[in-house]
């Protein structure tokens, strides 16, 4: 499944329960690469 | 520098090319040279769909994403328009 | 399959940049892509210079290479596979006759262009020109911050060649060109050298490492540079993040925190290179059979071999941590470089031979011309040797 990251403890929607599907969990859905960061490239 | 919006419309930048990928999307902007990786199709149809509503918020709801993400996908189109990846129309 | 700490380019202003503990991320790009991200395109094997440390022995046109109607059908493919951009190469790139041509066709199909030349074809017009194309991209190649330095590997007069381009690019208001250096134990002292000139010319700097491939099989044990200096290496990269690097130093991430990029091997996986001759390729330091993954010429073009070859299977699948397993540092290193073990003759399933714990000194003395694969085609024009030390 989808790697989730730590739970926001700031965002004021999420409470800690005990059902997981209750959780609000920050997801990382954009991540920058430098297009000159990767190997294989002279 | 303008911060991000969700009540106004958007649309992805006419020099970002958006190549769709098993995890999502690849998206490169051939002015400022930057990639960035969409790391949901959720997140990709909801950012081709931008253009054809008033808002980000109503592009949400019609997308039909579960409202409890709001907040992760926001900050991930925050992030595309700090990038100039999407541009407010 | 291990969940790897990615390291985040962190900008000021990225929102999304949070605590990010684990991403599978590396993981993806290692199980391969639709398209490559980058792809480079070695254009001809006919050069000008013999630089000694030459990765594709280049020096001489080879009879077969791709025609300009055939190199055409290798940019249409690519534009309909949407590869962003390519990066172009040799040889000497600019030294084939439809060169321009084929870089206007790429840009207009969609396809950025990134050429690397030692810049004996940028005069003053020719600069003109650059600064006028869009989607194009310049790099210089130079290997030394003074002419004694540069020269020694390069030959001689490529020193001046390669400033006056950079004065003719900055001249033409072309904006930022790249600068690139093959770090090597004589110039590795000049990296701040290396960054005022790249200051002094409005240009990007990038430091690559020095692979044992092609004609740098010869003089690598030579050239390539020290522990002490890879540390060294190491700090000031950290030091100066707007420095680029192709990624070539992940090998170093295992001496600490990890340097921007994506710290991991991408041939095969989101890099690729196609030769002179369409054949396809892992990536530019290993013009070898072993490598080779098939060519644009058969059936199915470019896409096929990308999507479909064996080798790219192979390199798309988990790879073993072997000899390496032990060690508390792969995650961060990935084992090093794959093209830099199989030319000095060790094995691929175990440490770099630059690994910067030590673990590689051993294999590389004991391999010897036994284990040593042979170069691949020479391309070269004359026997090209290190001479003595500069200066």
């Known amino acids: 499944m989808e790697p989730t990251d730590v739970i926001d403890a700031t965002e004021s929607e999420s409470e800690p329960v005990a059902d997981a599907d209750d959780l609000v969990e920050e997801e990382l859905l954009v991540e920058e690469i430098s297009i000159d960061g990767m190997c294989g490239v002279y | 520098m303008l911060s991000f919006d969700a009540d106004q419309p958007y649309r992805l930048h006419d020099r970002v090319a958006l190549r769709p990928e098993p995890f999502g999307a690849l998206a490169y902007h051939y002015d400022n040279r930057r990639l960035n990786f969409l790391r949901a199709p959720e997140l990709v149809a909801l950012v081709e769909s931008l253009g054809s509503h008033d808002s980000v918020r109503h592009a949400y709801d019609a997308s039909g994403i579960d409202a409890r993400r709001w907040p992760s996908f926001e900050k991930a189109l925050a992030s595309l328009a700090a990038s100039d990846f999407l541009v407010a129309t | 399959m291990t969940a790897l700490d990615i390291p985040i380019v962190a900008k000021p202003d990225d929102l999304v940049l949070s605590a990010v503990k684990q991403s599978g991320l590396g993981d993806q790009m290692k199980r391969g892509l639709d398209a490559p991200i980058c792809l480079t395109w070695e254009l001809t094997y006919a050069c000008n210079l013999q630089c000694v440390h030459c990765l594709s022995s280049s020096g001489r046109r080879d009879p077969h290479e791709l025609s300009t109607a055939e190199a055409e059908a290798v940019i249409d493919e690519l534009e309909r596979m949407q590869v962003f951009y390519i990066n172009i190469g040799g040889?000497?790139?600019?030294?084939?006759?439809?060169?321009?041509?084929?870089?206007?066709?790429?840009?207009?199909?969609?396809?950025?262009?990134?050429?690397?030349?030692?810049?004996?074809?940028?005069?003053?017009?020719?600069?003109?020109?650059?600064?006028?194309?869009?989607?194009?991209?310049?790099?210089?190649?130079?290997?030394?911050?003074?002419?004694?330095?540069?020269?020694?590997?390069?030959?001689?007069?490529?020193?001046?060649?390669?400033?006056?381009?950079?004065?003719?690019?900055?001249?033409?208001?072309?904006?930022?060109?790249?600068?690139?250096?093959?770090?090597?134990?004589?110039?590795?002292?000049?990296?701040?050298?290396?960054?005022?000139?790249?200051?002094?010319?409005?240009?990007?700097?990038?430091?690559?490492?020095?692979?044992?491939?092609?004609?740098?099989?010869?003089?690598?044990?030579?050239?390539?540079?020290?522990?002490?200096?890879?540390?060294?290496?190491?700090?000031?990269?950290?030091?100066?993040?707007?420095?680029?690097?192709?990624?070539?130093?992940?090998?170093?991430?295992?001496?600490?925190?990890?340097?921007?990029?994506?710290?991991?091997?991408?041939?095969?996986?989101?890099?690729?290179?196609?030769?002179?001759?369409?054949?396809?390729?892992?990536?530019?330091?290993?013009?070898?059979?072993?490598?080779?993954?098939?060519?644009?010429?058969?059936?199915?073009?470019?896409?096929?071999?990308?999507?479909?070859?064996?080798?790219?299977?192979?390199?798309?699948?988990?790879?073993?941590?072997?000899?390496?397993?032990?060690?508390?540092?792969?995650?961060?290193?990935?084992?090093?470089?794959?093209?830099?073990?199989?030319?000095?003759?060790?094995?691929?399933?175990?440490?770099?031979?630059?690994?910067?714990?030590?673990?590689?000194?051993?294999?590389?003395?004991?391999?010897?011309?036994?284990?040593?694969?042979?170069?691949?085609?020479?391309?070269?024009?004359?026997?090209?040797?290190?001479?003595?030390?500069?200066?």
């Not at chain 3, 190491?234 to 921007?260: N, R």
């Not at chain 3, 994506?262 to 690729?272: D, E, K, S, T, W």
């Not at chain 3, 030319?343 to 011309?369: K, M, N």
């Open chain 3, 91 to 391: 040889g000497e790139p600019t030294i084939r006759p439809d060169f321009w041509h084929l870089v206007e066709y790429a840009v207009d199909h969609g396809v950025g262009v990134k050429f690397s030349t030692n810049g004996s074809q940028i005069d003053a017009a020719v600069a003109q020109k650059l600064a006028g194309m869009d989607y194009v991209d310049v790099q210089i190649s130079i290997d030394g911050a003074d002419a004694a330095t540069n020269d020694h590997v390069r030959g001689r007069g490529s020193f001046d060649t390669a400033v006056a381009a950079m004065g003719h690019l900055r001249d033409a208001g072309f904006g930022e060109f790249k600068i690139s250096v093959v770090m090597t134990r004589h110039n590795i002292s000049q990296v701040d050298e290396f960054k005022a000139m790249a200051d002094h010319y409005g240009a990007q700097l990038r430091l690559t490492r020095f692979r044992p491939s092609g004609r740098g099989a010869d003089s690598w044990a030579e050239l390539h540079p020290t522990d002490s200096q890879q540390k060294d290496l190491y700090h000031w990269l950290l030091a100066h993040p707007d420095v680029l690097t192709g990624d070539s130093f992940f090998h170093l991430s295992a001496l600490g925190a990890p340097l921007p990029g994506l710290n991991l091997c991408g041939a095969g996986r989101v890099v690729c290179l196609i030769d002179p001759l369409g054949d396809v390729y892992a990536c530019p330091f290993v013009l070898h059979d072993e490598f080779r993954a098939g060519t644009v010429r058969d059936p199915g073009g470019f896409q096929a071999v990308w999507q479909t070859s064996e080798l790219f299977a192979e390199l798309r699948e988990p790879q073993s941590a072997g000899a390496c397993a032990s060690c508390g540092h792969y995650d961060a290193c990935q084992g090093g470089c794959m093209a830099a073990k199989f030319f000095t003759g060790i094995p691929l399933d175990g440490p770099d031979p630059e690994c910067v714990l030590g673990h590689g000194e051993t294999l590389v003395e004991a391999a010897d011309a036994a284990t040593r694969p042979d170069v691949g085609t020479d391309h070269s024009r004359t026997k090209v040797t290190l001479g003595s030390k500069p200066r």
